[in-house]
């Protein structure tokens, strides 16, 4: 089986992320991860909280903290409801970790010594009121762009185009809110982005075939309009520092580099920080090394991320000469949107996690989200849809499933599976529906189409309950009680296949059904077709228990409670 390496964007560091984030890339990962692991692949996933740039300093500014301090409650913070949203990530690092500044620093010599980084004096914006230098991020004011009067001095959080600073239209400080600016000489080092983009663009054509069409289309977009040169160092006093063994000068000035310099290449760092834990074991080279060709890198992200990661990121390996293992795939997700408007972090507008978590289960909000993941384009989240699919899709179709099935046959057949008769032909068809709607399923997340694959597990379950109507085993056990039997016992084993197969989506749930099962020796990690034909994997006289409730219906009390809440129209 093939070696997977998996890496969600990192989640920056400031606040607790809206689903909006969730779902355009740590929790695809996961549900990527979780069958790949099912299927019998190695598979690494990692991910990290982007510690380092303004934000942070401005935030731990703001809470009287230290910024290391901010960062590590704030790594903590996050981890806690990453965990309550079940990502089974191998490792959950850091970019402020030993770790990443040793690699940082050593890429970047690595691109001095192949006259790839430069030394510049630019023009820069220098705040009177601060006495400082600001970084991109310190500067905010309206995008020439779109307009968008809050758009910082790196990118604009409205349209995403990259900025420089000197773009923004009046411009003022984000740490005193004072226009009091002036632009001063000072000297960064710079990424030769345009001596490397002939090989970008090769390394691209290579493999952006393999790439949905919205991440292609954006790496091909910056290539066509060309690479430029661009500062990898900031003003700040949070950060990787140069190297002051090749750059004595501008270490002694305390330049540090830029957070989205040192933040892609943190997926390494964190790699090395889980190998650190257990060194004897873990070897962090033999995934991040091209000569180990067995590993298969698929990157997960929000389109804002595609032109980091798929140019700047691939320029910065590719100018080191050393043979890093680059990606392979790289999954884009359109924005899921929050009534027709955006989930903003900055702006508290939609539903944020920790929320989501204190209000409802994890599996209510992981289904919904990969149901509806905005693959082709934007989506949109509205209390009403997903109160409509969790009531049909959840509670109606799988766990009502689950739960008349095993009350029905506990009350007349008592807690262990019935035996029943043998086979017929209402049992071989839905033996050959189950195996053609779970390859469908497996093509789908083989092909890494979410929605697609949800709809397809969706069709899985609703089999089930076609079957159960067609058999009708509460009028059938009237006239043949080993009828019923039967059709009870292929509904569990119905039961116990769907418990395996929907674990990617909804952990909890599937092992709460799996559980029900006293099974001896329930080891399978997966279905195959032929086990999906037969039906078997639940012998007769296996002990069950009923399972509490899988999903609760959300009421329309409920549903009322949430739009006071939240806010429940286009806005």
Not at 175 to 189: A, P
Not at 206 to 232: F, M, N, Y
Not at 402 to 428: I, M, Q, T, W, Y
Not at 434 to 460: D, G, P, S, V
């Amino acid at each position: 089986m093939a070696r997977h390496l998996i890496t969600s964007a990192l989640p920056y560091i400031n606040g607790i992320k809206h689903l909006g984030n969730m779902v355009g890339s740590m929790l695809p990962a996961d549900v990527y991860s979780r069958y790949l692991r099912q299927r019998g692949h190695e598979v690494l996933y990692i991910c990290a909280t982007d510690e380092h740039g303004t934000p942070a300093e401005l935030a731990a500014k703001e809470q009287g903290v230290a910024v290391d301090e901010f960062c590590a409650q704030a790594h903590h913070a996050q981890k806690t409801v990453y965990d309550g949203f079940s990502l089974a990530f191998d490792y959950f690092g850091r970019s402020s970790s030993p770790q990443n500044h040793e690699i940082t620093q050593e890429i970047a010599r690595e691109l001095k010594a192949n006259g790839f980084i430069e030394e510049r004096s630019i023009r820069q914006v220098y705040s009177n009121a601060d006495a400082r230098f600001l970084p991109d991020r310190y500067i905010i004011g309206t995008c020439p762009h779109c307009g968008y009067d809050k758009a910082r001095g790196d990118q604009c959080e409205n349209c995403t185009r990259v900025l420089d600073p000197t773009d923004l239209i009046d411009a003022r400080s984000a740490i005193s809110g004072s226009s009091d600016l002036e632009v001063r000489e000072t000297k960064h080092l710079f990424l030769l982005q345009s001596v490397l983009a002939g090989e970008v663009e090769a390394w691209v054509d290579e493999r952006a075939d393999d790439w949905p069409v919205l991440a292609s289309s954006i790496a091909r977009k910056w290539l066509t309009e060309g690479l430029h040169d661009r500062a990898i160092t900031r003003d700040l006093d949070w950060g990787v520092p140069v190297p002051a063994d090749t750059w004595p000068d501008l270490a002694a000035e305390g330049k540090v580099f830029y957070v989205w310099f040192d933040a892609p290449i943190e997926y390494i760092g964190a790699t090395k920080e889980w190998a650190d834990q257990d060194p004897e074991n873990r070897d962090w080279r033999s995934w991040w090394w091209e000569s180990d060709a067995d590993v298969h890198y698929t990157q997960f992200m929000g389109k804002d991320n595609v032109p980091f990661h798929s140019v700047m990121f691939p320029a910065t390996l590719l100018g080191t000469r050393s043979p890093w293992k680059k990606v392979d795939v790289i999954k884009a997700f359109n924005w899921l949107n929050y009534y027709g408007g955006k989930f903003s972090t900055s702006q508290r507008r939609g539903v944020f996690t920790h929320d989501a978590l204190e209000i409802l289960p994890a599996d209510y909000w992981r289904y919904f989200m990969m149901a509806n993941a905005p693959e082709s384009d934007d989506s949109s989240f509205t209390w009403e849809h997903f109160t409509a699919t969790v009531n049909k899709d959840l509670a109606d179709t799988l766990g009502n499933f689950v739960n008349r099935v095993l009350s029905f046959s506990r009350k007349r057949f008592g807690d262990e599976v019935p035996a029943g008769a043998e086979p017929g032909e209402a049992e071989s068809r839905l033996g050959a529906e189950i195996a053609r709607l779970l390859a469908e399923y497996e093509e789908h997340m083989e092909a890494i189409q979410f929605r697609k694959a949800a709809a397809a597990l969706r069709a899985l379950w609703s089999a089930g309950n076609s079957y159960l109507e067609e058999k009708a085993p509460w009028l059938e056990i009237k006239t043949n009680k080993e009828g019923a039997a039967l059709t009870l016992r292929t509904a569990m084993n119905l039961i116990h296949l769907y418990a395996v197969v929907s674990e990617p989506f909804i952990p909890a749930s599937a092992a709460a059904m799996r559980s029900a099962f006293a099974l001896k020796d329930d080891t399978a990690t997966w279905v195959t077709p032929e086990e999906a034909r037969a039906l078997t994997a639940v012998p007769a006289g296996t002990p069950f228990t009923v399972p509490q409730v899988l999903f609760a219906k959300i009421t329309e009390e409920d549903l009322e409670t949430y739009r006071e809440r939240f806010g429940g129209s286009d806005q």
